[in-house]
């Protein structure tokens, strides 16, 4: 199994060489991603539970004989068992101490800390950030809103400056294509980091009767459900005008019919028009991934026959 995957990575350094070009490296760089490979397929798909890097080292360490398996003690396990019983009745219930637990928690970041005056209100960010939805309904944007030092970015296209971004959406007219587009969004909030910047989610829904994306194309009648996205406007305090704007980052690939993308990409793809490159199109497992579920797969069943 070593021998297969050394050969396997070996062909893949090969392909995907490091930074130096020499037989040296290239077995060098295999057995580093086969040593890699084997202990993750182990991790990921064997019996054996490999101890979290993350946990610190400094916690008591148990080992329960029925199974083989190793645990640490956490304190939060230990909470979670004692409020195991305490929740006699039904687990949705939360006891007082859980309650406590869970507003004491520093995890939890809720308040938006403004150390600067001159900063722009929570309140008053998310209203210009509606505002400048409710004018495109979330499709471009008034260019008179936007900054000078504006810039549009997505998952794949971007980052794009104001003249390149109002010409490229100026190109599209969504609302002959989606006359009956019905826009969704929603959970608005300021970052607790970066007072300026919105956060919400956006979904959306219509039919495509007119033409689209260009005025030769004609309506293909799909419907278009998008997946919820993850978007966000970010708002100079001093000229109030949007100076960063983020779309399409989906958070459940599994809603709508787009194939799990955000964006026009999405759009595209529901109404039977993908454009023509991988980023554009509903994401499939690279050959290296399959490669290493299938000897994961076989790890698992090697391991399972000799238990």
């Not at 006891?95 to 403004?114: G, P």
């Not at 929570?122 to 504006?150: M, Q, T, V, Y």
């Not at 998952?155 to 002959?176: C, I, R, S, W, Y």
Request: aromatic share 12%; net charge neutral.
């Amino acid at each position: 199994m070593i021998i297969l995957l050394f050969a396997f990575n070996l062909h893949m350094s090969i392909h995907y060489p490091p930074y130096r070009y020499s037989l040296h490296s290239f077995c060098l760089h295999a057995a580093m991603r086969t040593s890699q490979s084997f202990l993750l397929c182990l991790a990921l798909f064997g019996n054996l539970v490999v101890i979290d890097a993350f946990v610190p080292s400094t916690l008591p360490l148990t080992t329960t004989k029925a199974d083989n398996k190793y645990e640490y003690s956490t304190t939060s396990a230990l909470w979670a068992a004692e409020n195991e019983t305490e929740s006699s009745s039904s687990s949705l219930e939360l006891s007082s101490k859980e309650i406590n637990e869970i507003r004491s928690s520093s995890m939890f970041l809720t308040d938006v800390s403004i150390k600067n005056e001159k900063l722009i209100s929570p309140e008053k960010a998310i209203n210009i950030a509606k505002r400048f939805l409710l004018k495109s309904k979330g499709i471009g944007g008034d260019g008179n809103l936007l900054s000078e030092c504006f810039v549009f970015e997505g998952p794949v296209v971007g980052p794009l400056g104001k003249k390149q971004f109002v010409e490229a959406t100026g190109q599209v007219n969504f609302d002959a294509g989606f006359p009956d587009w019905k826009a969704q969004f929603y959970n608005f909030q300021v970052d607790v980091f970066d007072p300026e910047r919105v956060w919400y989610m956006a979904k959306g829904e219509g039919t495509n009767t007119g033409p689209f994306p260009t005025k030769d194309l004609p309506a293909t009648y799909k419907k278009v459900i998008n997946p919820p996205q993850i978007c966000s406007l970010t708002i100079d305090s001093h000229t109030g005008l949007i100076k960063k704007y983020t779309i399409g980052y989906v958070a459940d690939r599994n809603i709508g019919n787009t194939g799990g993308l955000g964006g026009l990409y999405g759009i595209m793809y529901a109404i039977g028009r993908p454009l023509p490159f991988p980023e554009a199109l509903p994401w499939k497992p690279s050959l290296p991934y399959q490669a290493f579920q299938k000897i994961g797969g076989l790890l698992r069943k090697i391991q399972k026959d000799t238990n």
